[in-house]
T-cell receptor
C-alpha cells in the first residue's frame, strides 16, 4: 500500500532557529501534499496544500513567510518553520494524495518542541 | 462545505461491535465520506470511504443512509488496539480546485477489556 515517510519524528530546537521537516511518498507519486498541525487534545488543522512545481496554497491565518513549503518533486515536500518560537511547538503531519487516486495517506508526524 | 457531527466519546466492550455514528446532513451529491482514526501521537490511519453504497474492507464496514445525511462506521470485533480517535470526514473541494480533508473533533473510542 501507499506509504508516506516523515522525518524527523521529533525535534527540539532553540527559539529563533529554523527547522525543516520532510515528507516523502515512498511507493507512489504525489501530485498534491497537505500539511497539518495538531495541538494537544485538539484535532488536525490544515495549514497548506502544496502541488508539485507550484506555490503552496495556505489556509487563512497561516503565515506563508513563517511556514515555507517546497514541493520540488512528485515524492518530496518540505515544511520549514522559520524563526521558530515556543508557540510553534506542535505536532506537524503531512499527507499525500497519489496521482489519479482519491486516497489520502498520512505520515507518522513530527513533534516539534521549541525551547 | 459539508460538515460532520460526531459524538465526543464512546466506550465499547472488547470483542463486541463498535458502531460509530456520523451526521453530514449538508453533504453534496459528489462528496465522499471518509473515515480515519488516530492513535495517540501517530498520524491518521485510513479506514474506509464511500459515496453512497455500503462498503466493507478488512478493517470495517461503512453504512451510508439512503439520503446520505448520515453514516455509521462498524468495527465488527473491537480489540484494545482499536482505542483511538475516529474522524468522519466529508471530502471538499477548495477554492483553488485542490481537494482537501478537513478534520472535525472526532469520536474518542475506548475499548474496555
Amino acid at each position: 500500500g501507499a506509504v508516506v515517510s516523515q522525518h524527523p519524528s521529533w525535534v527540539i530546537c532553540k527559539s529563533g532557529t529554523s527547522v525543516k521537516i520532510e515528507c516523502r511518498s515512498l511507493d507512489f507519486q504525489a501530485t498534491t501534499m497537505f500539511w497539518y498541525r495538531q495541538f494537544p487534545k485538539q484535532s488536525l488543522m490544515l495549514m497548506a496544500t502544496s502541488n508539485e512545481g507550484s506555490k503552496a496554497t495556505y489556509e487563512q491565518g497561516v503565515e506563508k513567510d513563517k511556514f515555507l513549503i517546497n514541493h520540488a518533486s512528485l515524492t518530496l515536500s518540505t515544511l520549514t518553520v522559520t524563526s521558530a518560537h515556543p508557540e510553534d511547538s506542535s505536532f506537524y503531519i503531512c499527507s499525500a494524495r497519489a496521482t489519479n487516486n482519491y486516497g489520502y495517506t498520512f505520515g507518522s508526524g513530527t513533534r516539534l518542541t521549541v525551547v | 462545505d459539508a460538515k460532520t457531527t460526531q459524538p465526543t466519546s464512546m466506550d465499547c466492550a472488547e470483542g463486541r461491535a463498535a458502531n460509530l455514528p456520523c451526521n453530514h446532513s449538508t453533504i453534496s451529491g459528489n462528496e465522499y465520506v471518509y473515515w480515519y482514526r488516530q492513535i495517540h501521537s501517530q498520524g491518521p490511519q485510513y479506514i474506509i470511504h464511500g459515496l453512497k453504497n455500503n462498503e466493507t474492507n478488512e478493517m470495517a464496514s461503512l453504512i451510508i443512509t439512503e439520503d446520505r445525511k448520515s453514516s455509521t462506521l462498524i468495527l465488527p470485533h473491537a480489540t484494545l488496539r482499536d482505542t483511538a480517535v475516529y474522524y468522519c470526514i466529508v471530502r471538499v473541494a477548495s477554492n483553488f480546485g485542490n481537494e482537501k480533508l478537513t478534520f472535525g473533533t472526532g469520536t474518542r473510542l475506548t475499548i474496555i477489556p
